[in-house]
């Protein structure tokens, strides 16, 4: 599959429009782990006591973020990062972020 994102900056107005068309937000917690090798890399993302594994390929376009994904699900475990230390990577970038998915093809997130 390949994703295409874009990433648009919204004024307090019209970010306050969105939810009043989409509804009230109920964002989740959602933290991950990035594994960069050159320009593409693997992340570990957890929320809601799920885990999924994606696959992020070369950037594609310049001017939208469109790349392969592969992703999949495993259980949660406290030993997937311990996976990718023992594989030889290293030194991971952690962040936590809250996102509220309208549908299963739209998905905003709040830095």
């Known amino acids: 599959m390949v994703e295409i994102e874009a990433k648009i900056k919204l004024s307090e107005g019209e970010f306050q429009r969105i939810f009043q068309i989409l ?28 885990t999924f594994i994606t696959f992020k390929g070369k950037r594609q376009d310049k001017k939208l973020n469109c790349r392969e994904e592969i992703e999949f699900s495993i259980s949660p475990n406290d030993h997937v990062e311990d996976f990718f230390l023992a594989l030889g990577f290293s030194n991971p970038f952690v962040y936590v972020k809250n996102a509220y998915q309208a549908t299963t093809e739209t998905e905003i997130l709040l830095k």
Do not use: L
């Not at 009230?24 to 929320?47: L, M, S, V």
């Open 23 to 50: 509804g009230k937000p109920d964002f989740r917690k959602q933290k991950n782990a990035i594994y960069q090798i050159g320009e593409t890399f693997f992340r570990i993302r957890d929320q809601e006591n799920k």
